[in-house]
């Protein structure tokens, strides 16, 4: 609980700041089986005021992570120390934590700052203290330094989340992505959208704004394209967008649906969804030359193509047998087989990007919600206990689900660890959230 | 118009009037009274109150009436999860089917919509679907294919936000747009 009322607080502080947070996440299920951390705030070692508070922004990607909670600062059993040299191992004999990130700030030249940081294996030193004294180093699990401009502050503490995320667990850290998604907002004259934010919602950007739905976003492998469907011209239409030279392309504008795009694991060609020949059908265009190619030839719908990591195959959601269920096709021989059975719906799904699971919407009872089977054994998992999931996104390290849902009435977006463990909803200030997309490492 | 309110007048006024005869009850009648009075104008103009009776309409001229009150409704219902017409909209899309016919110059654009279960992705198949059975009903009546166009906006825009049953099946709907 302390931690929480603490998170809140820090909830709190982000939003005061200037650039302003619209998503401010609020952890519904999992901060119990976090494992515990200590993170000391970074000691200031200029004149005046100390700059951003680099500790709070590894703080959060922690608790965010689902995998860890940190200390309340509070209790720790030394303060104001910000290098290795100053941990003394025998007072932390009794911290219930496996780890500690401590680390120093100091000016660096004109708006320039040097961020070092250690990461000490607390259990490691707590063991070693008890046979007497050892050099401070033997614990040290990582320790780095860089120079860095008041700009960079934040994406630097995602950068440390990374290295302690992924020494702790094995599993590399996804703290510096972002997401896009699209805002609603329908007592606006152009009401929808298109959104890009850190993946934690901080440095919200507007993309696209449309007085006509915008819908899908999905990133190209490199982090640096989006592609969506936009209805700017009364009908559907998909785009591709650099979100650093804001050049758009209209790649696919067929009659009737062009939708749900996907990029090839190369970034040169899109899985989309086009009905020009009657039903919606899977197709593959090339972006340079915008050649297409038919992947499925059904009477029934087929739709939310996406790829394997491999680039061999594709899942898409079909509804040949009857209700929508999730499909494989083959690319080489254009072989089909059935993916799902359980429940009555499965669609939209996404392969892990380890290859080994595939995260979907189930519908079992009539609810909608966010389900994740294993590939080998088949065992399929529900993950999420909310209302209308759709839109499911995977984190690039495969840990994380972002999905769009309603909560109070609203179009929300939420998370949940692949695991399930751990939920999070990300409120919205204005309007209804919707189609949340992760993007790649970047 | 005023041939079309009295016409309207005449649908809802015949069967109180064949109520009222039927019953004898007390009740009924100051039910009946209770909501002449409810209107209010009448009393605020002084008691005075005036009746009329309704033009003598051609079987022909009450068909067009009809039509042209049926084709005010451009909203046709779907069930969950379905495009089918159903019945209950034969006697609309007859009348829009029936002026198109007619006027072989005039252009509608059928806008399919579903409501918010399921993936946006699939809705937007879902709507296509819906609005191409009205589209292919209307061309059942000869409605030339050339004067018909489709879109689907899936669930991008509810008529309904309340995310009930109620609000779902609101949603579930194919537009005829002139």
């Keep these: ?442 | 118009m005023d041939l079309n309110k009295l016409l309207k007048a005449m649908l809802v006024a015949l069967p109180i009037m064949a109520l009222s005869a039927c019953s004898s009850t007390s009740e009924s009648e100051t039910d009946a009274m209770g909501s002449t009075n409810g209107s209010g104008s009448e009393l605020n103009g002084g008691g005075i109150q005036t009746g009329g009776v309704g033009a003598m309409l051609s079987a022909e001229e009450q068909q067009r009436q009809q039509l042209e009150d049926l084709r005010k409704q451009h909203i046709i219902y779907f069930d969950f999860d379905r495009s089918e017409v159903q019945t209950d909209f034969a006697a609309i899309l007859e009348a829009h089917g029936t002026y198109l016919v007619e006027h072989p110059s005039v252009r509608v654009l059928i806008e399919g919509h579903a409501d918010e279960r399921g993936t946006p992705e699939y809705n937007i198949a879902l709507g296509e679907r819906r609005a191409k059975a009205v589209a292919k009903y209307l061309q059942g009546m000869g409605v030339q294919p050339s004067q018909m166009s489709v879109v689907s906006y899936g669930e991008e825009k509810p008529l309904d936000f309340s995310r009930t049953d109620e609000g779902f099946g609101k949603n579930r709907r194919a537009v005829l747009v002139y």
């Design chain 1, 1 to 442: 609980m302390k931690i929480l009322a603490k998170w809140l607080a820090l909830a709190v502080l982000l939003c005061t700041t200037p650039a302003k947070a619209a998503l401010d996440i609020v952890i519904t299920e999992g901060v119990d089986a976090a494992r515990p951390i200590a993170v000391m705030p970074f000691v200031w070692q200029g004149p005046g005021a100390a700059p951003q508070a680099i500790a709070d922004v590894v703080m959060s990607d922690l608790v965010r992570s689902g995998t860890f909670k940190p200390l309340d600062e509070l209790g720790l059993p030394q303060r104001n120390i910000g290098t290795v040299a100053q941990f003394q191992a025998n007072s932390w004999s009794s911290v219930g934590a496996e780890a500690l990130v401590l680390g120093t700030v100091k000016p660096y030249g004109t708006d320039q700052y040097l961020v070092s940081f250690d990461l000490i294996d607390l259990v490691k030193a707590q063991n070693q203290a008890l046979k007497g004294p050892v050099s401070a180093t033997e614990f040290l699990m990582d320790s780095r330094q860089t120079v860095i401009s008041a700009a960079q502050f934040r994406q630097y503490g995602h950068r440390i989340s990374d290295i302690v995320y992924e020494k702790l667990t094995g599993i590399r850290g996804a703290f510096l992505t972002r997401i896009s998604y699209v805002v609603v907002n329908h007592t606006q004259k152009a009401p929808y959208q298109l959104m890009v934010a850190d993946y934690d919602g901080v440095n919200e950007q507007m993309l696209l704004r449309s007085p006509e739905p915008l819908m899908s976003p999905t990133w190209s492998p490199d982090g640096r394209r989006l592609a969506y469907v936009s209805f700017e011209n009364k009908k559907a239409e998909i785009f591709v967008q650099d979100l650093y030279t804001q050049v758009r392309t209209k790649v696919s504008s067929f009659p009737g649906i062009n939708g749900a795009p996907a990029f090839s694991p190369d970034g040169k060609s899109l899985a989309i969804t086009l009905s020009k020949d009657g039903q919606p059908e899977i197709y593959i265009i090339d972006i340079a030359t915008k050649a297409i190619k038919r992947i499925t030839n059904h009477y029934a719908i087929d739709t939310e193509p996406s790829w394997y990591p491999d680039g061999k195959s594709l899942i898409f959601t079909s509804e040949r047998g009857g209700r929508p269920q999730i499909y494989r096709v083959e690319l080489s021989s254009g072989k089909v087989s059935r993916e799902t059975f359980e429940g009555e719906w499965n669609l939209g799904g996404s392969i892990t990007p380890d290859g080994r699971s595939m995260i979907f919407v189930n519908r079992t009872n009539g609810k909608f919600n966010i389900a994740r089977m294993d590939l080998s054994t088949r065992f399929m998992q529900v993950l999420t206990s909310t209302r209308l999931d759709e839109s499911p996104s995977v984190a690039p390290n495969g840990t994380m689900v972002i999905y769009g849902t309603t909560y109070q009435g609203k179009q929300v977006l939420a998370a949940v660890s692949t695991d399930g463990r751990f939920k999070a909803r990300l409120p919205a200030g204005q309007g209804e959230v919707k189609s949340p997309s992760w993007s790649p490492f970047l």
